[in-house]
């Protein structure tokens, strides 16, 4: 092979392959997400609005519903001083991130119960929070999800876990 054909084929992978990532790659706008995070089939997210913090609503059409705010002076959603009512309770670093995860034991009433409880009685209330300036942060983000069933619990959490503040664009 001479070196013209050798150029010509080496040309033709270099544009196959440019046009396989260009078009591997889902379009930026199709499922709006923040922090990088992954939403699973089904789902969608929509930005809110707060006073002084970004929000977020991630929604699915069988009616699980996850709340998210973050902000210089959100403070813990997740917090270890609360810690009687949690069904359990668990930090975790995740992204280089410290984050708290707690559980609201079944029939608690807190603060974190939506105003949208889908007849769900109080309790069963998954948080998480990413502490994004090291351990003693009021500059969080948190999440917050009212949760029927195990299967909702999982779906939260897989979710959630995607979330990579170092990402930004929330």
Known sequence: MNDT???????????????????SQPPTDAHPTFGGIRLLEGYSAKRGGAV???????????????EFEAGPNEGSW???RDINKY???????LHRFMVR??????????????NES???PPGNILLVTYLLDGPKSTHTANFSAKLANSAELG???LMIVTFDPSKGAF
């Open 155 to 157: 779906d939260a959490l």
């Open 118 to 120: 889908r007849g769900l």
């Open 5 to 23: 054909k050798l150029r010509r084929a080496m040309n033709g992978i270099l544009i196959v392959l440019a046009a396989l990532l260009a078009f």
């Open 101 to 114: 995860f707690a559980l609201v034991k079944p029939g608690m009433k807190t603060q974190w119960e939506p």
């Open 87 to 93: 069904a359990w309770y668990r930090e975790q670093i």
């Open 78 to 80: 997740a917090d270890p």
């Open 52 to 66: 002084d913090a970004t929000a977020w609503t991630i929604r699915a059409e069988s009616g699980l519903r996850i």
